[in-house]
């Protein structure tokens, strides 16, 4: 399978797509300069306990305080010595106003607060560090027991086991000189005790200890001879993917190619318009049939139908073909649009045993590519397959749809960013095309964010130095409606509300 990564930055926004063997299996974006909070480790201060549910809820400097359990120990940062520190033995002796170190586990979501964690870990390219947990742990997908073994005597080496530190040996470790992997666990190590030093005379609500952004932790993340290229739309983006490469140095550094198209590069490789139909219900097969996905918020249904297809065979053969594209493709659209918790997969009625097992063997095969752990059950008799997906990070939809104004909420349509991005791709294509002034005729609502927050500054500084870009506000506009066209001439004649990017 050949894997291709395409990274780019503009409208404020980071971005991320991933094509396996010409096909999007996985976009992600997140705001510039702020990144996932997942990972985060906050010093953070209990402001409620509530029994009945056997949690607590903590101040950590968000909108809205965390749920963290009470089955688990916690760190106390009033009481750390030297290097580790001693752990309190449970949560339950928490009271109301006492410090902790906490570790955002999952994002918040609707009305629900953040979760957090008191387990706390610190992510590198080969370990993932368990500076408080004594537990060792091996990534699944090393399955080889003589490369098992061997790698967790390196690890056991390694690790301090009086301190109580554990370790979850990530997938590339196996390929990693044992030297580097010495390095790497005293860098981890290193960070943990500037961590310790730093939470003695923080705030309540300060950010301890952040993961890397975006593009740079699926640089980290990413190995394989698979890897065909790694496409970057943005030069500061890609000097600083070079560096990342250079310092790990187990990606060449002729895979890193920075775009120079005159084009946005998203729209010249197709992406942009896969990403646009990534959000909507129904996703045709490739033999006809298709996909009906409705995300809830307490589980995800995705619904098989035949289509236009009607198979040359019989009807069991018939179904079952549909079924096994279906498979394939719901594997493909629940890493794209990241979907996590519960599915609930209802495929068309078949009668064989044998079938109904092997669509199960397809799904799990399909998920098993997938980062997140998945977990499949077996086909029940209505042919209802349930499995489950790790929450990582935010849906995409999260970010790439907004509630719809007009019908209070029951429809979608698309965010902000995403009319900034197809208002940047149109007038890149029209100055691809020789024009030297865009004339933009847009919602005034959407005039006013770009101007306020500068949303193109980057290119009217850099790409649009030398053209103009001029903005016509329309009060019945819907957000979505925009209308670019370009312009030669000297002299334009336009309304007197117009602006013009400066």
């Known amino acids: 399978m050949k894997k291709e ?32 909070i997942v990972g985060n480790i906050y010093k953070g201060r209990v402001m409620n306990i509530l029994t009945g549910m056997n949690a607590a809820f903590v101040a950590c400097g968000l909108d809205k305080n965390c749920y963290l359990s009470m089955d688990e120990s916690y760190a106390d940062p009033s009481k750390y010595e030297g290097t580790m520190g001693e752990m309190n033995p449970t949560l339950p002796d928490l009271k109301v106003g006492d410090e902790i170190l906490v570790q955002v586990t999952k994002p918040p979501r609707g009305n629900k607060g953040a979760k957090v964690t008191t387990r706390l870990s610190i992510v590198g390219k080969n370990f993932i560090y368990l500076p408080t947990t004594e537990f060792v742990g091996i990534s699944r997908k090393i399955t080889d027991e003589k490369t098992r073994e061997r790698v967790l005597s390196v690890t056991d080496r390694l690790r301090d086991k009086k301190a109580g530190e554990g370790v979850i040996i990530r997938t590339q470790a196996p390929l990693t000189p044992p030297r580097k992997l010495k390095k790497e666990w005293q860098f981890l190590k290193k960070l943990w005790q500037d961590l310790l030093e730093r939470a003695k005379n923080a705030p309540v609500g300060q950010v301890l200890h952040k993961d890397l952004d975006l593009p740079l932790r699926v640089i980290r993340d990413s190995f394989g001879d698979e890897l065909v290229a790694i496409h970057v739309g943005n030069q500061e983006l890609y000097e600083r993917i070079l560096k990342l490469i250079r310092l790990q140095k187990d990606i060449p550094e002729r895979k890193l190619v920075l775009y120079k198209g005159e084009r946005a590069m ?168 020789g024009f030297s002034a865009a004339i933009v005729e847009l919602n005034e609502g959407i005039m006013r964010k770009i101007l306020a927050e500068g949303v193109f500054t980057g290119e009217v500084k850099g790409r649009w130095k030398d053209k103009r870009v001029y903005l016509i506000p329309h009060r019945t506009y819907s957000e979505e409606h925009v209308s670019v066209r370009g312009d030669n001439s000297e002299i334009l004649t336009l309304p007197d509300n117009a602006k013009i990017l400066y």
């Open 266 to 433: 998203y729209r010249e490789y197709g992406i942009s318009k896969i990403v646009y139909d990534s959000v909507r219900p129904t996703v045709p097969l490739d033999n006809g049939g298709y996909i009906v996905i409705d995300q809830t918020e307490a589980m995800t249904v995705v619904d098989v139908n035949t289509g236009s297809y009607v198979g040359n065979k019989n009807r069991e053969q018939t179904v079952f073909e549909v079924n096994e594209q279906a498979a394939i493709e719901i594997a493909r659209q629940v890493r794209l649009r990241n979907i996590g918790g519960l599915v609930v997969v209802d495929f068309i009625d078949m009668l064989e045993e044998e079938h109904k097992e092997k669509i199960t063997e397809i799904l799990r095969e399909k998920l098993a590519l997938d980062k997140a752990k998945c977990n499949v059950l077996p086909m029940s008799e209505f042919c209802l397959t349930q499995f489950t997906r790790k929450r990582v990070g935010n849906e995409s939809a999260s970010f790439l749809v907004k509630p719809c104004q007009h019908c209070k909420g029951n429809g979608h349509v698309h965010n902000d960013f995403f009319v900034f991005a197809k208002i940047r791709a149109d007038i890149l294509d029209l100055f691809a095309n």
């Open 5 to 36: 990564w395409f990274f780019d930055c503009y409208c404020g926004r980071q971005f991320v797509a991933l094509l396996e063997d010409d096909k999007l299996t996985e976009f992600s974006s997140e705001k510039e300069n702020e990144g996932e």
